[in-house]
């Protein structure tokens, strides 16, 4: 007789994205872009950026691994850069012959900028996948930068990778099935810096959205900087509010006043521009307003279908979706399939097999590898394959067992072939509760069964990830005989 099993297999995953910051002291109205004294127009951030050359005081750089993307959802791209070939991933063609609006989406962090953080769990109060893009039908480009993820050249601190991002943009630009004139720019804390500078550094960009940029990085953790810190030009060519006059895009800052909301309205102090949008949102910190706001501009892109970018975005709207109710959304799914059933089935495209078999039966264990606190990896599945069942009736007496454990019985059809379909609650050995839902399929010489975890604490919210699974169920078709 089965008994629950219940087990999650987990490996931490520690990764530092953002930095938050503390500056003081802005320079006045303008910034470098402005007229010098008697009248001498200054250089713009990109001849000023084009001109210098960086000295860095450590070479630093990585090989972290750069995981296969879903097939169908993304590829993994190389593409040209002033350093050598950049690694990236970028939404795969739609195949509808169409050009489509694309975001580059940059994450926080000064090094690796590629993992499988974009089809991981995107956290309502800390979502810094970006796949809100992707998953309201915004092409999405990641790219990665120099230094990172076994690129050539080394981690430059906010001042190479601002070419790197417009390398990525002529990337995008150069797909047949991207829209050239609707490519945008967005991203967080380090990223979001980062966006800030390559929008006052090019007008490629149809609008640019940055979370959490800081206005001088002067006081930031400089414990992370590269560069000589004691030259003061190399400061300036990596703090925004000196070049704010360059932006010639709409370019919308957001951030939390608990995060680096004081740098914002510094910006906002420091310049009449009339294509910078700054808006705090009290009470939020650096994290929060990524999650319920990217939705929000994802709809704005897929509007935004003029000769110019007509977005705009006002402070009761971001109020409005930061007090919306959080979603959990399916996860990216793949396919597995038996030879020896014929069943095929998807399961999120994150989980990890294991396979557990004795001379009886053969299982094996989907779960993720990750201990964040949501469905996507605190759910578990177990798949079992069984002979012949001397006893008669499997489903019969599997039913019975089940309701004698107070689970409900359905007597169903799943694919074409009888099962029963059992939902209720399994205590473990340590008195913890867990919603399980167990189906058990008859098929030509034995039976088939999915068997489903998640603790009590999550109610509901793993029913549709269940129901998914199951609805994908298929039976390879018999070849007929000749």
Not at 145 to 153: L, V
Not at 192 to 220: Q, W
């Amino acid at each position: 007789m089965k008994y629950a099993r219940i087990r999650k297999l987990s490996v931490v995953m520690a990764a530092c994205l953002t930095m938050l910051t503390v500056s003081c002291g802005v320079p006045g109205k303008g910034g470098a872009g402005a007229e010098k004294d008697g009248g001498e127009q200054r250089q713009s951030f990109a001849e000023a950026h084009d001109a210098f050359q960086t000295t860095l005081a450590r070479q630093e750089s990585d090989d972290d691994p750069i995981p296969e993307p879903p097939e169908g959802l993304f590829d993994l791209v190389k593409y040209p850069s002033k350093v050598g070939e950049l690694s990236g991933y970028v939404s795969c063609d739609p195949g509808d012959g169409q050009k489509h609006p694309l975001i580059i989406w940059v994450v926080g962090g000064w090094g690796s900028a590629m993992g499988d953080f974009p089809w991981t769990y995107p956290e309502w109060e800390n979502d810094q996948t970006g796949s809100a893009f992707w998953r309201s039908g915004v092409l999405t480009m990641y790219p990665s930068f120099r230094g990172g993820n076994g690129n050539p050249g080394h981690y430059e601190t906010l001042f190479g990778e601002v070419d790197d991002i417009i390398s990525a943009y002529e990337y995008a630009a150069s797909l047949p099935y991207v829209d050239p004139e609707r490519i945008y720019l967005g991203g967080h804390s380090t990223g979001g810096t980062r966006a800030l500078l390559a929008s006052e550094y090019s007008d490629k960009f149809r609008a640019v959205f940055c979370f959490g940029a800081v206005d001088d990085i002067r006081y930031h953790n400089n414990s992370q900087f590269t560069f000589d810190t004691n030259k003061e030009e190399e400061y300036e060519m990596r703090s925004p509010i000196h070049w704010l006059e360059d932006i010639k895009k709409p370019t919308f800052l957001i951030e939390g006043s608990e995060g680096n909301g004081t740098n914002l309205k510094r910006i906002q102090e420091a310049t009449d521009n009339e294509n910078i949008h700054c808006y705090v949102l009290e009470g939020a910190d650096h994290f929060a307003p990524l999650g319920p706001i990217t939705p929000l501009l994802a709809e704005k892109i897929l509007a935004d279908t003029g000769a110019t970018s007509s977005i705009t975005i006002t402070q009761e709207e971001l109020e409005a979706a930061m007090a919306g109710e959080p979603e959990v959304p399916l996860p990216v799914m793949t396919g597995c399939s038996e030879e020896t059933s014929g069943v095929s089935f998807s399961y999120p495209y994150l989980w990890e097999m294991e396979e557990v078999t004795d001379a009886n039966n053969y299982e094996v264990v989907f779960y993720s590898p990750y201990d964040e606190y949501n469905v996507w990896d605190m759910a578990n599945m177990y798949f079992d394959l069984y002979g012949e069942y001397e006893g008669g009736d499997l489903l019969k007496d599997m039913t019975e067992s089940l309701e004698a454990d107070g689970l409900t019985v359905e007597q169903t059809e799943i694919a074409g072939h009888t099962a029963i379909d059992a939902q209720g609650q399994q205590m473990d050995s340590t008195g913890a509760v867990f919603h399980n839902r167990y189906v058990l399929l008859e098929i030509e010489g034995g039976y088939v069964s999915f068997d489903f975890f998640i603790h009590e604490d999550f109610g509901s919210d793993a029913d549709e990830l269940f129901q998914t699974i199951i609805d994908s169920i298929t039976f390879e078709q018999a070849e007929p005989e000749e």
